[in-house]
Each structure stands twice: as C-alpha cells, then as structure tokens.
C-alpha cells in the first residue's frame, strides 16, 4: 500500500508551515544527529529516497557529489525540489523506490529521512538497497522510533487530572503493521516495526550496522523549544548507518 499523502494539499500546505518554523523536531533533533553520520561525499553517487523538497540532495551536491538522484512519491514535493535547487549534476524524479529501476552496485551512499515509516514492505526496500549499493556503499536513514509507532491512533501520554505527564505508554509493541494517526488530517498511515526486525532485516541482507542513534536533544535545544524534553522519556526518531 502507498499512501501519497504529500499530495494533499491540507497537509502539503500545513506541513510545510510546520517545516519552514526555525525550530521544529526536524531541526533541532533530528537533522543534527542525521548529519553526524554522513560519510565523505566528494566525487559520491547519491540517492535520497523521499527527498521532500530537496534540501538534503542540494546539500550533497555542495559536499562534491558528483551526482545525486532525489526521489520522492509526491508530485507537490518534486516540483518544489526542482523550484528551489538546480545543479547540472542533480536530478529530481517523482516515483517511489519500489518502482524504481536501478542497476546492482551503482549507489555509493543512499540517503532516507524520515521516510521508511511509510513504506509497507520494509523487506524488499532494505534488499534492494543492499543491491543497488556498491561495495564499500553507506545506507543512513531515520525513521519513526518502534516506541513512537507501537501505540500509533491512541493516546500515548497518560497525564494526572491536573493535565501532567506521567509516563509513556507503549502498547502492542509485537504487533506490526499499519497504524493511522490523526497527523494534520485523518487517516494517515505509517507502518509500525520492532527494533529486532528493523535491525535483523538489514543484517540478513548484507549490511553492516555501523551506528545507530536515538537522538536526545541538547541543552541549548531543549531551551529553545522546551517541548523536546519529552525526548528524554521516549525517543521519536531512531537513526541508523550501515
């Protein structure tokens, strides 16, 4: 299943207000510990699977890639992507990954953020990865964390009648597969995974795990939008290198 949700418009439009704020999760947490693990980029072939509006592939190409690919499902994202960036060595196509056609070993880095939690089959992506990455090839992506995902649809945090949080609850943790959220508009479907099956399916097709992240945020983040210390009693994001 495929859900394009970037192409509708409430959302697009509301994501987007939600991105351009200086201080959002993606750029006070996320993006900072997905940027610590990038591998030298000079002279690379890349691929950033779901590019959104092509910031990051912009980037790669600025670091000396000698070329990047961006791919993203949604077509409001594309067009974006090839508004704000043009680099002769830099190419947007709207499909999914899935869909995609790639020759085996072409891809030294291939790139993901906050994209996988969408995709149903997270076995077939992660083996045509592996394939399509070179030998001495890096995947780095982020994702939903599986403690973010499990409970999707219900109310994680338990608060006291005075409205204060008390804990995090997780539930149907083993139980994976679909979950849909009320995110900007209802019924948007994200897919919910383990840690082990995460971390086994990248080991059983070839990859070695080099690092893995559960972002907290720093101080001087946590004072400039104080709702991220929430991330000190359950992580968002999980990010991974391999």
Known sequence: MKQNIYDNDTFFLKYQEIRSRKNNYNNLLEQPNFFSLLPPLKDKVVLDIGCG???????????????????????????????????????????????????SETVDFISSSLAFHYMADFQLLIKKISATLSEEG????????????????????????????????????????????????????????????????????????EKVIEPVPTNKAGNIYPNLNKEFRRPSFLIIRA
């Open 53 to 103: 509006a092509g910031n990051f592939a912009a980037y790669c190409i600025e670091q000396g890639a000698r070329q990047v690919t961006g791919i993203d499902i949604s077509s409001n994202m594309i067009s974006l992507a090839k508004k704000r960036h043009d680099y002769k060595n830099l190419r947007f196509e709207q499909i999914a990954f899935e869909d995609m056609k790639v020759q």
């Open 138 to 209: 890096i995947l780095l992506f982020s994702t939903e964390h599986p403690i973010e995902t499990a409970n999707k649809g219900k109310e994680n945090w338990i608060k006291d009648d005075e409205g204060n949080l008390l804990h995090f609850a997780i539930d149907n943790y083993q139980t994976e597969g679909i979950r849909k959220q009320n995110w900007i508009v209802d019924d948007v479907i994200t897919y919910h995974r383990t840690m082990s099956t995460i971390l086994n399916t990248l080991i059983e097709n070839g990859l070695q795990i």
